[in-house]
């Protein structure tokens, strides 16, 4: 940026994130700027595979736009809650700062797939990434782990050694159970290496579950020049997202938080409906409009969404995740699930964000278990087809089966698997890529059929104008 603005002073380092992406930028880093005592809260953020994010966030003080982009115009508000933007493979920093005993919460968003689990939801010991940060992890000082978890796993071993007491991992990926996952893989992955440090971990490591919401697509160039030309300056790093933002939050602070509620984050005792509404209803919708969105010629969720075809299979999916959601949490409060789903409507119409399906479509498999196999098993299980969460699941048969016929590659961490199930002739095709999402829905002969019948339905289009 040519000038400082920076809104708030340069706040100690309390949080460190890992994943240092657009989302984080546009949520938990907004929500800690717009705490009562931001002052109190600064961000030290890592990036995940590549230093680029970091390299240009530093060259700018750490200071990025928020576009809020809704139906009507864009509003502009620098963000100055990140005071130390960092190269993930600094893995010495970030050992540093994890041990110092002012950081109190380490927050994450490093995507579904970099948890590195099976699809029971435990750490997988034969994922390359696990394997080879587990040998990183045994070398000693020398070692140089690569995966998120790996690296945060090495960090938690300084701040055991340095006595530096306990604090919280707050998980901020779409994920079901995302505080339980985040410590199945870090826990999983100490104990292979040093059963205590699994134990202190343990003793000594809250992991908070969230539901994170708020609709942040990549940047585009298109989006840094807007910046420059409403505002004056140049920023390298500024980040386009809707209006609406969510995010609940449910477990222990050990070391303490911002006061996050102020700035409208809330806090429960029971996550499970929240994170069920938002991940089934608006990540499901999502990922439906991804496959067959795309198999229709669409690029955009509000393209998808204008097809009266995508809006039905959207709203028979609802239907079904809708018979299978709470409708109240524990403590008698009401998630208003019609209105959530006409709300989210006028979200995802919201043409100005261009939310590319392409983006949505990545890592499906690992999306996929928890957007489509709950919803569909439940549905199996009270007797009925369960055809609207079936027909997800054979829109993204259908596109990774005209994909493999196309040539084109399929960005999934179960890749491989992927194109040797496409290489099997029909019904063999189909069990086996049900398989890779849920096990015993493959061996259910119906479901299978079911699948296979709906992608046969589902064939690709020219790309509309
Ligand atoms: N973008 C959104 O609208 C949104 C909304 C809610 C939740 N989320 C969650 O946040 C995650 C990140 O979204 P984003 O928009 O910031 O994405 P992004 O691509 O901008 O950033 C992702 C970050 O994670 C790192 N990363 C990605 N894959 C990795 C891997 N396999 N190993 C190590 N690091 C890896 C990247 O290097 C980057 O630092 C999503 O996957 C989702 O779980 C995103
Ligand atoms: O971010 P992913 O890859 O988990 O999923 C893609 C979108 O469904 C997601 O980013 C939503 O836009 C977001 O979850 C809205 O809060």
């Given at each position: 940026m040519s000038r400082t603005v920076r809104p708030v002073p340069k706040a100690p380092v309390r949080i460190v994130h890992l994943g240092l992406g657009a989302f984080h930028r546009s949520h938990q880093a907004w929500y800690t700027q717009h705490a009562g005592d931001a002052p109190d809260w600064g961000i030290a953020a890592f990036t995940g595979r590549r230093p680029d994010a970091a390299a240009s966030l530093s060259g700018q003080d750490g200071l990025y736009t928020v576009v809020e982009r809704g139906d009507e115009g864009d509003t502009f508000e620098v963000v100055g809650s990140i005071v130390e933007a960092v190269d993930g493979a600094d893995i010495g920093r970030l050992a540093g700062l994890i041990a110092a005993p002012g950081t109190a919460v380490v927050t994450l968003t490093i995507t579904e797939a970099a948890y590195g689990l099976r699809a029971d939801g435990r750490l997988d010991p034969k994922d390359p990434g696990v394997a080879d940060d587990l040998q990183q992890l045994k070398a000693g000082p020398d070692g140089m782990p690569t995966t998120p978890v790996g690296r945060l796993v090495n960090a938690l071993a300084a701040r055991q050694a340095a006595g530096a007491g306990p604090l919280a991992v707050v998980c901020c990926d779409n994920l079901s159970h995302n505080g339980t996952v985040a410590r199945n893989a870090v826990v999983g992955m100490a104990e292979a290496w040093d059963p205590r440090l699994a134990a202190w971990i343990d003793a000594n490591v809250s992991f908070v579950s969230t539901s994170v919401d708020r609709i942040t697509p990549r940047t585009t160039d298109a989006d840094v020049e807007a910046v420059t030309a409403a505002c004056g300056y140049r920023d390298n790093s500024p980040v386009v997202a809707e209006p609406f933002r969510n995010w609940v939050l449910s477990g222990d602070f050990p070391a303490g938080r911002p006061r996050w509620e102020d700035a409208g984050a809330v806090f429960v005792d029971d996550i499970e409906p929240y994170e069920n509404r938002k991940l089934w209803l608006l990540n499901g919708a999502h990922s439906l409009l991804a496959y067959l969105g795309q198999l229709r010629g669409h690029t955009t969720v509000a393209e998808a969404l204008a097809d009266p075809a995508c809006l039905a299979a959207v709203e028979r999916f609802w239907d079904e995740a809708e018979a299978n959601l709470s409708g109240a949490a524990a403590d008698g409060a009401d998630l208003q699930i019609p209105a959530y789903r006409v709300q989210l409507l006028a979200r995802f119409r919201n043409?100005?964000?261009?939310?590319?399906l392409t983006q949505i479509a990545m890592d499906g498999s690992t999306k996929l278990r928890m957007r489509a196999v709950p919803v569909l098993a439940a549905e199996r299980e009270a007797g009925r087809t369960g055809e609207g969460a079936a027909g997800m699941i054979a829109a993204w048969v259908a596109f990774c089966g005209a994909a493999t016929q196309e040539g084109q590659a399929i960005q999934d961490p179960l890749a491989g698997d992927i194109a040797a199930a496409c290489a099997l002739p029909g019904p063999d095709r189909v069990r086996a890529l049900v398989a890779l999402l849920n096990e015993p829905l493959s061996q259910d002969g119906g479901t299978v059929e079911l699948v296979a019948t709906l992608a046969a339905g589902f064939v690709r289009q020219e790309a509309q104008a």
């Open positions: 043409a100005r964000i261009a939310h590319h």
